[in-house]
């Protein structure tokens, strides 16, 4: 990326030295160039400044310039500004004629991230005098996280003159992000060790999209590919996992422990915090069709296809064996009807299907080679079964959905929109991952746009959503002492070799989710100009959700968000504005919290 | 081994002021404009609290300690809390000098005051920054 900033640089100055050597008898041409600088300074933690990277140093150059350029059927301009290494943009557009158009730009900026120095882990279980339980390490305590992202789009537009109503455009996009951030892992066979350490990002995304337009007569159509694929050259941080501890015993009588744990530090240093390469193609196609009698045709198919390309690299004691690279194909079909019925009222149906597949595979997990102790056999062999397991994918589904909008200018002065969205939602694997199968979403929306006196403008929207069946978690909710017992557990069944997956999610009961059943949405916006030189809005928001069919308790969200801008130009020379805004969120749910012993 | 069901708030509020003007004080020649903002964020989990009671499966290891119970999970309600303001003014102005020759000058203070430690430890600061460019138009 340093070659294409030194490029678009060097281009740029060229362009505007030769122009400076026209300009004085050539007014088509203008030149602007900037040079200052900055003096700062920042103390304490950088959250203050999150997307500056110029406050670190006391002091940095402004350098900055335009040019453009417009001459008969030629129109070009460029600009640049540059105040650090991070910190840097520039852009250009060139036009033959209609013909031929050109867009590139370029930005490099930087992003602070906050170092999480796990100190909130005290709050699980923390004990007078005896420290806490769940204990924590941050290899790299004093590193700064932060990256620097850069983005450089291009975009070319042919109109092919020979052939009227044909163009073919070509997008390209590469981002880069570089930098240092997190990564944590847990060091133990659950979470009483998270560890920190620090981790090199580098990673490159790269896209491609030509298409090509058509128009003939009423009908237009487009055709449009995408490529785009992601590459991580990040560091792999490895961590050495804690020697396996039996919670029932002393510390150091641990070796019985150790034929049920996965890996442990008899594996050595193992990886974490892999982010794999993938790719994704899709394939589009559009269709639009300006039918008689004011009546607009929309058909439209998308097919595409995401992998990650390192799931077939072999597997660990920490990943097992998927033996192929992870896909998912999406395919999916929408038309739309638009009906301009005379010039008071329009309808709208929209329709579409689409479709998710996820790559099934099955997963060989390593055996494991320690025996229980005082006997010969391993974990698997005393149970009679491997771990491997066979992966359905949670994306697997089939959606269709339909919505119908009508819309209505009742009065010269008052406008009224009356909508129904129908969306069906089917989850081929959801007996695999415990949750809803199907999900039936109705959504009756009804709006006005209100025009009462000059210079008062109102707009007022309702929405009520019902959900059947939202999504829930089957078997969600630690069970209490009572249904415990009921369930046929008791101190005296339980012990300290008892198997997570009986005592812990075995005896979970109840769904719990967090989508709503019903959805009240409010929306009020108004603007008012009061006077020819005072000029307001305000807008509100507010919505309530509720999913009164989960066990145990409801769930309740209610969320308010609004707002006052004022303009006030009280003489030409002044202006003046002020805001406010309210955010409010508030959440109620169960929460389960579970808690292990090991 | 076990865990706790109950009924949790989680409640987040933000306030967002600001106050701009732009002046134009020599018409074509020099304009000045200054934006003050200020932010505060608060949210929180409310009567998030365990007790030994209320934990199902209750360990007692013979030999140990640092046995398991809720009793010991206290410090759950202190680290959800987060609150911070935010506040920033800017003052910048526009000085023509000639047709082809400007002075732009910018000045910038943005405060952060953590007011609650979050997960991300202490996090106050303070940005202090002046700066000057000469633009030449040809």
Known sequence: MKITTTIVMSVFIVLGLACSAFAEDAKPYDIEISVGGSMNDLDGAGRVAEYESTVDKNANWILGGKVSYTLDKVAF?????????????YGANLDLDRILMFETDYLRFFHRLDHDNLDHLLASLKRSGQGATVYHTDFNASDNYGITRSEWKNQAKLNVPMVPGLSFTFNHRFEERKGMDQARTMSKCSSCHVVGMSKDISETTNEWNPSVNYRIGPISMNYDFMYRSF?????????????????????????????????????????????????????????????????????????????NNNSDDGGSALYGDAGKELSVDYWAINGG???????????TLKGKYQDMDASEVGVDVRDIEAVIAGTEQTYAEFLGEDFDFRRHSAYDED????????????????????????????????????????????KFSIGSKWRPVMGLRVTADYAFTYVDDPYVFHNAICPSWEEAQALGFDPGTYSTNSWYSKYVYGVRTMDRSNQ?????????????????????????HYKIS??????????????????????YTP?????????????YDKYEAMFCSAFYNG | MGGQDDNYEYETEAHTFYVGANVNLIPKRWDASGVFSFTKGTANIHDLGFTSSSDPFPLTVAGR??????????????????????????????????????????????????????????????????????????
């Open chain 1, 399 to 442: 959606e269709y959905s339909l919505d119908a909008k009508f819309a209505w200018k009742i009065l010269k002065e008052l406008k009224l929109k009356l909508g129904y969205g129908l969306e069906y939602l089917d989850r081929e694997n959801a007996e695999y991952h415990h949750v809803t199968d199907d999900t039936t979403t109705h």
């Open chain 1, 231 to 307: 590459n991580s050259g990040s560091d792999v941080p490895e961590n050495l996992y804690m020697e396996a501890q039996n919670p029932g015993k002393p510390p150091g009588a641990n070796l019985d422990f150790i034929a049920r744990l996965q890996y442990d530090y008899d594996d050595g240093y193992l990886p974490y915090s892999r982010t794999p390469d993938s790719e994704k193609w899709s394939h589009k196609i559009k269709m639009k069709a300006d039918l008689p009698a004011n009546n607009t045709l929309n058909l439209g198919y998308v097919y595409s296809e995401a992998t």
């Open chain 1, 546 to 567: 509720e999913n009164g069919d989960v066990g145990g308790s409801d769930w309740e969200q209610n969320m308010f968000n609004g707002g006052l801008n004022v303009m």
């Open chain 1, 516 to 540: 709503p059943e019903t959805v009240h949405d409010i929306r009020l916006k108004t603007h008012w100009m009061a006077a020819s030189n005072i000029n307001t809005n305000v807008h509100m």
């Open chain 1, 571 to 583: 003489i030409t020379k002044l202006a003046i504005n002020f805001g406010y805004n309210y955010f």
């Open chain 1, 77 to 89: 301009d460029a600009y640049g500004e540059y105040l650090d290494g991070d910190d840097q943009a």
């Open chain 2, 65 to 138: 300690t640092d046995d398991y119970s809720f009793t010991y999970i206290n410090g759950s309600e202190e680290y959800s809390d987060l609150e911070y303001i935010m506040w920033e003014l800017e003052l910048t102005t526009n000085i023509t000098i000639t047709d082809q020759l400007g002075l732009t000058f910018t000045g910038l203070y943005s405060d952060y005051n953590d007011q609650e430690e979050y997960v991300y430890g202490e996090l106050d600061g303070k940005v202090f920054s002046v700066s000057g460019f000469m633009t030449y138009r040809f």
């Open chain 1, 337 to 347: 009807w638009r009906w301009k019925i005379n010039k008071e009222m329009a309808f």
